[in-house]
């Protein structure tokens, strides 16, 4: 399995992560997103209910605001807490949980926030939370101001599982709502010329390599980064394929814990 399975559950056994492999080969429908879910990062609980999401437009995309240095992988779930803290401890709104539906680490990976099916409080009041969801990215004003590739197939990533859960097709910047610089010159430059847009979303399902086809053209084909189709069939480089060999094409925007839209 690739390296963005094994590097967060490291300490599971050997049979564990077979397991994780036949489900992922079982099930084709079923994508390695990258995601970390609350229990994972270890959330505070929030302090009162979530308020729906619904007919949501699409997404907003945010970034931190102030000097961002960059973090070891290891450490994210610590910063991402320490967003949580001061959100619920030190924020003149008081918020109740973190303000964002989801954050993007410059790793890649997409952690959840107050997630799907709920209403953000990032976006400045109750019609632009309502309006659209608030992914955040791990990025600064001054600092670590441009996204990584990584960060950028996150961000699509975090959008698809948006959509799947009936967002809209927007996406927008904090800014394009409030006055605000957010999300910075580099990461709206992205927001406005497409580059987060995942596009067309595969559901998923087995392909028949064709002659002259490689992983970058089945890639192109199926709208799927070519890393998830490494990892759902546990390619060794270099890569090769065979013609007439069957492969999954995983859906996009699914995460490991979950099946189907």
């Not at 564990?16 to 084709?28: C, D, G, I």
């Not at 600064?140 to 990533?157: F, H, N, R």
């Not at 709502?177 to 399902?205: A, R």
């Amino acid at each position: 399995m690739a390296s963005h399975i094994d590097t967060r559950r490291a300490g599971r056994s050997p049979l564990t992560v077979l397991a994780v492999l036949s489900y992922l080969m079982m099930v084709p429908s079923v994508l390695a997103m990258n995601f970390v879910s609350r229990e994972e990062w270890k959330a505070r609980a929030p302090e009162e209910a979530y308020k729906p999401m619904t007919d949501a437009k699409g997404v907003k995309v945010h970034y931190l605001g102030p000097e961002f240095s960059g973090k070891q992988h290891s450490e994210c779930d610590d910063f991402m807490r320490s967003v949580q803290n001061e959100h619920m401890d030190e924020s003149p709104e008081d918020y109740f949980d973190i303000a964002y539906n989801l954050a993007v680490c410059e790793h890649g990976y997409v952690f959840d926030g107050r997630g799907k099916g709920h209403r953000s409080g990032a976006n400045g009041n109750v019609q632009l939370n309502s309006d659209h969801y608030a992914v955040l990215a791990f990025l600064g004003k001054s600092g670590i101001t441009e996204p990584s590739d990584a960060q950028i197939t996150g961000l699509q990533d975090s959008i698809a599982y948006l959509r799947r859960a009936g967002a809209g097709d927007e996406i927008k910047g904090h800014r394009d709502g409030y006055n605000t610089e957010c999300p910075g010159g580099p990461l709206y430059k992205l927001v406005t010329d497409g580059s987060l847009d995942p596009g067309k979303l595969w559901d998923g399902g087995s392909h028949i390599v064709q002659k002259g086809e490689d992983l970058d053209t089945i890639s192109t084909k199926y709208n799927v980064p070519k890393q998830y189709i490494i990892a759902t069939n546990d390619l060794q480089s270099p890569y090769r394929l065979a013609v007439n060999q069957t492969i999954e094409i995983p859906a996009r925007g699914v995460p490991l814990t979950e099946s189907g839209n």
